[in-house]
């Protein structure tokens, strides 16, 4: 099992760029599927991206796609979100991920192994 730290949070505004990055510990990084989720108050936590163990396959949630891009570098044992034209929806606290992808993907959080603690994202308009 990994344990994970997120970190890259900020306040911007709308139209900015933001990358979050998730440092991991553990020696099975690079054989597990990692994630990004979000949430906002009073709103159950919700699937934002994904990416296959060896980074071959990515998936994401519609709302954004073609902005958001998941990547990682196993050397450096580190999943990325990269998010361009960042829009006042996405604001919420971001959190990485580690459990099968298609957990991840189906915005299953029972089958989330391991959270990050969490990064808070501003988009002011």
């Known amino acids: 099992q990994v344990q994970l730290v997120d970190s890259g949070g900020g306040t911007v505004q709308a139209g900015d760029s933001l990358r979050l990055s998730c440092a991991a510990s553990?020696?099975?990084?690079?054989?597990?599927?990692m994630g990004w989720f979000r949430q906002t108050p009073g709103k159950e936590r919700e699937f934002v991206a994904a990416i296959l163990f060896n980074g071959q396959s990515t998936t994401y949630a519609d709302s954004v796609k073609g902005r958001f891009t998941i990547s990682r570098d196993n050397a450096k044992n580190t999943v990325y979100l990269q998010m361009t034209n960042l829009k006042p929806e996405d604001t919420a606290v971001y959190y990485c991920a580690a459990g099968p992808l298609r957990a991840l993907s189906a915005g299953w959080v029972r089958g989330v192994t391991s959270w990050g603690q969490g990064t808070q994202v501003t988009v002011s308009s």
């Open positions: 553990g020696r099975t990084f690079s054989r597990t599927d």
